[in-house]
């Protein structure tokens, strides 16, 4: 795996399904997936019960049938899919960028693929729905953000649409051409 990537690639924390209150960490590092428990119970059988912990290589973990089923039972079929995905060496380098450089990177795109991007994951509409990634788009735009598109925008309440940009873009040309044609 990449030696830049960091020691930790994954970590899930989460309590078992019901009527189950114990508690489970999985952590994927860049050699070992580690799946960790804590029984909490008010039975005073077990009480005296430690926290139990198993470690494995990627190799194992995608050979034992057992973990991944319980990871699949606590986490979800999506999460285990992430995490072989990861064991076998296949990790989202766009997952791991900052929020703020998605959205400079982002920005740079059609409004049509911004809008099929946000279909991809939670994460991307978050992003592609912001009202900072908005005003970026219009910034690049259309050089400067006046009052009185700041206004229209709170007005709107969503900072700028699909049908709101070039509504403002030409409003500031008109703006603009008003001024000009002033004495």
């Known amino acids: 795996m990449a030696s830049w990537l960091p020691e930790t690639l ?35 059988e077990y009480r005296s019960t430690k926290p139990g912990e ?12 057992h973990l991944q089923s319980q990871t699949a039972i606590i986490f979800g079929v999506r999460i285990l899919d992430y995490v072989i995905n990861l064991c076998k060496g296949q990790v989202d380098f766009l997952e791991r960028l900052s929020d703020d450089l998605l959205l400079n990177i982002i920005s740079y795109l059609d409004l049509e693929d911004i809008a099929r991007l946000s279909q991809t994951s939670h994460r991307f509409a978050k992003l592609c729905m912001s009202d900072k990634l908005s005003e970026q788009i219009v910034q690049s735009t259309c050089d400067t953000i006046t009052p009185d598109m700041r206004a229209l925008a709170a007005d709107v309440g969503r900072c700028f649409t699909n049908k709101l940009q070039p509504q403002l873009c030409r409003r500031k040309q008109k703006h603009g051409s008003l001024r000009d044609k002033q004495p």
């Open 54 to 65: 198993t470690k494995e290589t990627h190799e194992d973990f995608l050979e034992n049938a």
């Open 10 to 44: 994954f970590e899930i924390v989460g309590q078992g399904p019901p009527p189950s209150k114990d508690y489970y960490q999985l952590l994927v590092t860049r050699s070992q997936v580690i799946f960790r428990w804590w029984t909490i119970s008010l039975r005073s």
